[in-house]
């Protein structure tokens, strides 16, 4: 019933920026989110973090720190993860990730993102 639909991903050149959104439904988004992140993942490697926001607190893998930043909107219900200078090492598919007051883990369907010239 948890739904994630992520958005914004494409191609852009290197030193470009992109915005990324995660719009959930099937939840109260000022009350039911415990975490959200973002992740990526490229073919033939694991997943990894990019993003995690808990506790009012968040954090940063170090191959995005500066350049990165998630945030979120209660009242649309949506996550972003707003993309700046970016590089083609940033090329992969990229993941919204919410975990739920109870511990029920929901991810989005996944947005390619490519940085090439």
């Known amino acids: 019933q948890v739904q994630l639909v992520e958005s914004g991903g494409g191609l852009a050149q290197p030193g470009g920026s992109l915005t990324l959104s995660c719009a959930a439904s099937?939840?109260?988004?000022?009350?039911?989110?415990?975490?959200m992140g973002w992740y990526r993942q490229v073919p033939g490697k694991e997943r990894e973090w990019v993003a995690i926001?808990?506790?009012?607190?968040?954090t940063y893998a170090d191959s995005v720190k500066g350049r990165f930043t998630i945030s979120r909107d209660n009242a649309k219900n949506t996550v972003y993860l707003q993309m700046n200078n970016l590089k083609p090492e940033d090329t992969a598919v990229y993941y919204c990730?919410?975990?739920?007051?109870?511990?029920?883990?929901?991810w989005g369907q996944g947005t390619q993102v490519t940085v090439s010239s």
């Open positions: 099937g939840i109260i988004f000022s009350t039911d989110i415990a975490a």
């Open positions: 990730n919410l975990l739920l007051i109870g511990s029920r883990l929901y």
């Open positions: 926001s808990s506790a009012g607190s968040t």
